[in-house]
């Protein structure tokens, strides 16, 4: 990791999405990696170590709380320091919610995302 960047992964099949928290994150001062599916997330989460992954849920490959369960798992097995897992996603009802927690996501925030959503989710992460 560098210096005291805090490091984030993006997952989300949109670009747009991807590229708009990237910078959201950026201008926060993180080290942003950005992924496109659940797969690439997965491949990319097992070979570094993350502060923050915000995750999407409706993504090809694999989905994204698919995804979340199988770097719960490889942390586990590598006894990693978990990453917060954020799931940005559309579907914010109760059950989803519900979901997205049960796959190991630390919290649940519906799209549209603003920046200041965002900040709001992170608000007393030690790494900001």
């Known amino acids: 990791m560098a210096d005291n960047a805090f490091c984030a992964l993006v997952v989300d099949d949109n670009k747009r999405h991807r590229q708009m928290i990237g910078a959201i994150l950026g201008s926060l001062g993180a080290r942003v990696d950005l992924a496109g599916d659940g797969r690439e997330a997965v491949d990319i989460a097992k070979a570094t170590s993350f502060h923050l992954i915000l995750m999407d849920v409706a993504m ?33 009802q109760a ?28 608000d007393g992460c030690a790494w900001l």
């Not at 490959?61 to 590598?78: K, N, Q, V």
Request: charged share 25%; with cysteine.
């Open 60 to 92: 090809p490959e694999l989905d994204g709380l698919a995804a979340t369960r199988l770097i719960r798992e490889h942390e586990a097995a590598t006894q990693r320091t978990p990453a917060n897992i954020i799931i940005i996603t559309s579907h914010d």
């Open 95 to 122: 059950e989803d919610v519900a979901r997205s927690r049960a796959a190991g996501a630390d919290h649940h925030i519906p799209k549209p995302i603003s920046p200041a959503d965002l900040v709001c989710a992170l």
